[in-house]
Nanobody, 132 residues
């Protein structure tokens, strides 16, 4: 069975960095598209960043662009989200996701945000709280 497990969440001070990890089981990561989504209580789940299967293209939400970086580590079946200059509005539960679905797209909305229901494998989430 395909499984994903996130870790690395916790309390972070504004302006500080944090790395989230996602370890995967049960599939070959190198042929899967990868993604990070986040959700605030009472709000819809939103895309943070999505990377295509080859790693040649990564799309980020405007709110995190320039601050967050997705990293693929196929050899260790892991993916990471490096978050810099954390802001209070980054507070949310973060989920990693993966799927073998392939499609052509050229922007964040088409490649990530609207694809939330097309990612078939999800982690259970890790809470990130940004506060002083």
């Amino acid at each position: 069975q395909v499984q994903l497990v996130e870790s690395g969440g916790g309390l972070v001070q504004p302006g500080r960095p944090l790395r989230l990890s996602c370890i995967t089981f049960g599939f070959t990561l190198e042929v899967f598209a990868l993604a990070w989504f986040r959700q605030v209580l009472g709000k819809a789940r939103e895309g943070v960043g999505c990377m295509n299967w080859s790693g040649s293209n990564t799309y980020y939400a405007d709110s995190v662009k320039g601050r967050f970086t997705m990293i693929r580590d196929n050899s260790n079946n892991a993916m990471y989200l490096d978050m810099d200059d954390m802001k209070p509005e980054d507070t949310a539960e973060y989920f990693c996701a993966a799927d073998d679905l392939r499609y052509y797209c050229t922007n964040f909305v088409d490649c990530c945000d609207t694809k939330v229901f097309q990612f078939g494998s999800w982690g259970r989430g890790t809470q990130v709280t940004v506060s002083s």
